[in-house]
């Protein structure tokens, strides 16, 4: 079983509607959360970061962490097609050399 | 400033033959990492390394070898293709072991035949 667990999508909304994506991970020790966005055929760049829970807020892009429930989101607020993206959620730790656990990806379509 | 670049984009490998990626990065990052990627399965680290002429297997390392002898490239080896080793495979880097973001390169996607 993967140590973060992401449903892959494909999920289509209109534009103008609120994206809400979410992961669930296993171990309790990861620290940090991120979200990555992947356009197709590019590398992922970082779109948002959180350490331990709470949320944080970012233009149209808010991340939610609820280490309680081992629970990340992602809630995305006036859609737009140039979101149409894949979003990978990732976790780490501060003692983990950098490396990351990340889930399988979801595919947001977002149609005009 | 070029970021990461991964050198080639494309490649077709037969069963058996063997092949570099080329990772630079112009950042002058300690952390470089190599992914792939595969439908369902997510970015899985290969091998990483923490400094020049340091390096370190990571979630699925067999079949690969790495090698980081300057600092700024990081040189991911397959000896013997097999039709497993299809994938995307990705270069990422990262300035330090507290930095939480990764940048990633471009991607090369490979199909063993």
């Known amino acids: 079983q993967k140590e973060v667990e992401q449903d892959p999508g494909p999920l289509s909304v209109p534009e103008g509607a609120i994206v809400s994506l979410n992961c669930t991970y296993s171990n309790s020790a990861f620290q940090y959360f991120m979200w990555y966005r992947q356009y197709s055929r590019k590398g992922p760049e970082l779109l948002m970061y959180?350490?331990?829970?709470g949320n944080k807020e970012d233009g149209r892009f808010t991340a939610q962490v609820d280490k309680s429930s081992k629970y990340i989101s992602l809630f995305i607020r006036d859609s737009q097609p140039s979101d149409s993206a894949t979003y990978l959620c990732?976790?780490?730790?501060?003692?983990?050399?950098?490396?990351?656990?990340f889930g399988a990806g979801t595919q947001v379509v977002v149609t005009p | 400033n070029a970021g990461v670049t991964q050198t080639p984009k494309f490649r077709v490998l037969k069963t058996g033959q063997s092949m570099t990626l080329l990772c630079a990065q112009d950042?002058?990052?300690?952390?470089m990492y190599w992914y792939r990627q595969d439908p369902g399965m997510g970015l899985r680290l290969i091998h990483y390394s923490v400094g020049e002429g340091t390096t370190a297997k990571g979630e699925v390392p067999d079949g690969y070898n790495v090698s980081r002898l300057k600092k700024q490239n990081f040189l991911l080896g397959l000896e013997s293709a097999a039709p497993s080793q299809t994938s995307v495979y990705f270069c990422?880097?990262?300035?330090?072991?507290?930095?939480?973001?990764?940048?990633f390169g471009p991607g090369t996607r490979l199909t063993v035949t």
């Open positions: 959180t350490y331990s829970s």
């Open positions: 990422a880097s990262s300035p330090d072991r507290t930095s939480y973001e990764q940048y």
């Open positions: 950042m002058n990052h300690e952390y």
């Open positions: 990732a976790t780490g730790t501060t003692d983990s050399w950098g490396k990351l656990q």
